[in-house]
């Protein structure tokens, strides 16, 4: 019983590991865009934010799992990961920058959302994987 548990659990986990960056990586971008207008984005940058959201998320999401940031588990963080979430975040904002230079050169992200959403991200993921290690280590103490 215990096995097929674990199983479940080991089957399930890529899913929600996927959705969970892809959720931290969306709020991530929304809020570097926020943070650049002083919470008043004009309509064109809102737009902007929107038609850029999905390949945004997605070139983070490849770069992750390329890079081995999905791989280990949550309570045996390290700064090994850490040095991972850096390589993988610095990677994913090259192919969004380069991704928004060659498909929409006339529209592009500005550079300063772009570093804040780089920022964001590791500060985001770093403290969400921060928090799982801390949560099982006080939950279950060695």
């Known amino acids: 019983m215990i096995w097929k548990l674990q199983r479940f659990l080991f089957l399930v986990r890529m899913p929600i590991l996927l ?13 570097a865009t926020l943070l650049r207008f002083d ?12 038609t ?3 390949w945004v998320i997605v070139g983070r999401l ?9 791989h280990g588990w949550m309570r045996y963080v390290t700064f090994h990961d850490l040095v991972i979430l850096i390589r993988a975040t ?4 090259l192919v969004i920058v380069l991704t928004d230079y060659f498909v929409a050169p006339n529209d592009m992200i500005p550079r300063s ?3 804040l ?3 964001l991200t590791i500060i985001l993921i770093g403290a969400l ?4 290690r801390l949560s099982s280590e006080q939950l279950v103490p060695l």
């Open 62 to 70: 490849v770069c992750s799992y390329m890079l081995g940031s999905f």
């Open 52 to 54: 850029t959201m999905p």
């Open 90 to 93: 610095l990677a994913g904002t």
């Open 129 to 132: 994987r921060s928090a799982g």
């Open 19 to 31: 959705l969970l960056h892809a959720m931290a990586f969306a709020l991530s971008y929304s809020l």
């Open 39 to 50: 919470f008043a984005v004009p309509p064109e940058s809102t737009q902007l934010l929107i």
């Open 113 to 115: 959302i772009v570093v």
């Open 117 to 119: 959403e780089c920022l």
